[in-house]
């Protein structure tokens, strides 16, 4: 997620800057053909090239609202399981126990039931973050490498140091069964309702109070679900990528449409239309690329749901539920990128 409240110009060019080189070149190419050539006909009227042109901001601009209502979405998903988490850590503290158990007794149960709901966020977040067949970082040839780079530079290979690597393994290791499953943090919710009918059979935790509790599991199975929803069913291609194709088509003709208008001004006037047709299919060409970075939210990059502060955030309050006092430090954004 970007934090600041304004984009730097260097982030910019960072993002779309390379677009700029191939767009002048491009433009230099047409320009050049058509005044030091003289291939005059390769002009055609403005209006169609206008008509192309709104027809694509168009869709480029319900594409990107339904790649924005994606990011939305699964913003949402993670408020709700910040709040699920804090109601259990609130049923943890207040419902088990039992006279007959001694006090270890009742910190050993609690701990177990906060460690293996911190694991399941981790594992959960980690799943999250598994390249999916139309991710950039699982494309071929050169857009694989940069958006694996992307992944790296400007995503979670920032944060690789964030992670306590011994506090992690406490956890995980009390949903050592989640090991060899399939999904491990559906397993590790399996686990944590098996344990809360353990201690009911057990006479350590009141019927209905178990009840309860096994609600807020099933609340964690459909957050978690909706979660994998948006992770594993992508924006349709239909919509993805012909905008691609449509916004390639509108760039390919917009020197063609224009060229002949700047001749008009005379003298050199017909070289200013490199400038002007660059910025203008720049301008097309960032709008194509924020709703396809958007349409993701879990794809391991800058424009992510900031899963790793959420995560740290709920375990930071449910350490402090357990009366811990050694809690590790919330996530800090990292160069205006908080993920």
Known sequence: ???????????????????????????????????????????????????????????????????YDRVWEARKIWGAIVNSSRSWGVLVNAYVGHSQLSSSEHRNIKTKLIYQHIAWLYILREQLLIPTQWEHASLKWLFGKVGVKRRELYGIGMYKDYLNEKQKLDYFSTADQWKDAANAATQIINLQSQYLAEQEEKEHLHMRRQLDMQKVLCDFYEHQGRAERIKKFPLPRQYASLSFIFICIFIFLLPLGIVAEFEKLGGAGIWLMVPFGTVVGWVYVMMELIGDYSENPFEGLATDIPMLSICRTIEIDLLQMLGETELPKPIQPIDGILM
């Open 1 to 67: 997620m970007l934090v600041k409240k304004n984009i730097t110009l260097k982030k910019l060019f960072e993002f779309a800057g390379h677009h700029l080189w191939w767009l002048v070149l491009y433009m230099l190419f047409i320009a050049f053909l058509y005044d030091i050539l003289d291939w005059k006909w390769i002009s055609i009227p403005s209006l169609p090239l206008s008509l192309i042109g709104t027809a694509v901001a168009f869709y480029v601009g319900f594409k990107n609202n339904q790649s």
